[in-house]
Each structure stands twice: as structure tokens, then as C-alpha cells.
């Protein structure tokens, strides 16, 4: 029974999934509109392989980390499996934030409790817990680039450590086109030896240079948030903090998956006039 109601909802998926027919929106290209469930707070978006995305999603009480699977053949993207249950797997309380898979392992930053958790490849067991440097504010994002974890903490800076945390360089993000307001940059993706990285509160993704902390191109998604407006007929969606928040590349047809917190969608958009290294 329970595996005739997956199907049905693969099913409906296909169904109203949209086809886009590469609508093209100001730089970037709109290729597919997936449905989900919208009870995700999605922090961490990425590819775990090429078959399933690994997403954390945050908030006290209900965080989780957990994997989707991407069918292409099926036009589909599943709810959550292999679910790691925050609350239910630690007496204290943890809000989960940025993740990557490095070397075999799964780091899971938290927010305001001062340590990131490395997981095993599954999430399946907690391996170690590694205490924040006092000058991390909070866990934000998380990614890795060679041999780097790169973290950003809600403040105008990216933080570049070992897989334990001691800091190997550090640089302030500048350029955004509203100058005032360089920091918040919360989910990360290395694309094409940039960082790409979400800011809170807006609908823009900021190609960030790993050298310089420079921004050299700014991607506005707000074309997607008011779909999501629209789609959940409620004004206020974004004010409440349900904001674009979710980028993850796909390898292998070059493109990028993007969401957001508590979307009903996850979009496959490909930028278009990307920097050259
Ligand atoms: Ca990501």
C-alpha cells in the first residue's frame, strides 16, 4: 500500500510539474518547476550524488537532515528519506544549518550552539562534534573548496578551515550592489571556482571571487519568490522568513536546482553571461 501511494504521488507530480520550455528571466534560464511538500526550512541544498540531493532544514524541534531523490527519467524529486531526526536523536536542543560531504564525511554547521557535527556518509552515526573559534558568530553556510571548509556566520566575512576548524584564511565579501547590506550570506555552492551564495531576506544569488571576497555578478531569483507568492496565496510568505534559501548544482546537465524555505517548488535554472575565470 504504502509503496502505490509513492507511486500516486510520483504520478501527481508528473502531472502538474511545469514545463518551462526555457523561459528565459532577465540572466537566468528557467528549465523545470518540481513540487514538494512545503514543510522543509531549507538551509543546506546540495548534490549527494547524482541520484539524490542531501538538504538540511532548520528550526528548533523540527530539524532534520535528509536526502531527496532526483528521478530525471521521472520528472520527479521525492519528500525525504534517510531522515536524521535533530530532536529526536539529541537531548539538546540543535538548529541545523549549512552541510557539505567532504572526504567521505557529512558536516552539519548548527546555529547558535557553537559546534558543527560530522556525520558518517549516511547519517547514520555522529563521528565528532567540533566547537566554533569564539570569532564565529553563528552557523550559517557551509561548502568546501579544495581542501577547505568555507563557512560564512551571518557577518560580511568567509571563513576558510580545516576539516576541524582551525582558520586557514579569512576575507570580506564587498561589491554587493547595495553596499549596505554585504552580509548574510547563508546557503553556499562552489560553481564553476566561484562561491555562489544566498543572502537572507533577499532573492539574490551573489557570484562571490574565492580569492578576492569580490562580488562579480549578482543573480536576482525575485521572479521565483513571487511565484511562490502567488502559488501560496499568501502576501506575507516572505516577511514571515519563507525566503529563497537553497542552491545546489547539478553536475550533470549543468544546471542548478534552487528553493527556498517552506517552498512548495524547487526550480532547475542555469545562469546565463557566467564570469570567466
Ligand atoms: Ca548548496
Not at 201 to 214: A, E, H, P
Not at 239 to 266: C, H, Q, S
Request: aromatic letters at 16%; glycine letters at 4%; charged letters at 20%.
Amino acid at each position: 500500500m504504502k509503496k502505490k501511494n509513492q507511486q500516486n504521488i510520483i504520478q501527481e507530480q508528473k502531472v502538474v510539474n511545469v514545463k518551462y520550455g526555457e523561459k528565459i528571466v532577465n540572466n537566468y534560464k528557467i528549465l523545470e518547476r518540481y513540487n514538494r511538500q512545503p514543510n522543509q526550512y531549507t538551509q543546506c541544498f546540495m548534490f549527494y550524488n547524482s541520484t539524490h540531493i542531501l538538504e538540511t532544514s532548520g528550526l528548533y524541534q523540527i530539524s532534520s537532515a535528509h536526502f531527496l531523490k532526483y528521478d530525471r527519467d521521472q520528472n520527479s524529486i521525492s519528500e525525504p528519506v534517510g531522515v536524521f531526526n535533530f530532536s529526536q536523536q539529541f537531548n539538546s536542543k540543535i538548529f541545523a544549518e549549512g552541510c557539505t560531504l567532504y572526504n567521505n564525511q557529512i558536516y552539519i554547521l548548527t546555529y547558535q550552539e557553537n559546534h558543527m557535527l560530522v556525520f558518517d556518509n549516511e547519517l547514520k552515526i555522529v563521528n565528532k562534534k567540533v566547537n566554533y573559534p569564539s570569532f564565529i558568530r553563528e552557523g550559517w553556510g557551509l561548502t568546501h573548496y579544495n581542501d577547505s571548509l568555507v563557512v560564512t556566520d551571518g557577518s560580511n566575512m568567509i571563513y576558510f578551515f580545516d576539516e576541524n576548524l582551525n582558520l586557514k584564511n579569512r576575507l570580506q565579501v564587498k561589491g554587493c550592489s547595495n553596499s549596505n547590506f554585504c552580509t548574510y550570506f547563508n546557503e553556499l555552492e562552489i560553481y564553476k571556482g566561484y562561491l555562489l551564495a544566498n543572502q537572507y531576506y533577499s532573492n539574490i544569488i551573489f557570484v562571490i571571487n574565492l580569492s578576492t571576497g569580490q562580488v562579480e555578478k549578482e543573480y536576482n531569483m525575485q521572479f521565483l519568490a513571487q511565484e511562490v507568492i502567488q502559488a501560496t496565496q499568501d502576501s506575507q510568505y516572505f516577511n514571515k522568513g519563507f525566503v529563497f534559501n537553497g542552491i545546489a548544482y547539478d553536475e550533470l546537465t549543468d544546471t542548478l536546482l534552487v528553493t527556498g524555505k517552506f517552498w512548495p517548488f524547487i526550480y532547475q535554472i542555469q545562469l546565463l553571461d557566467f564570469p570567466s575565470q
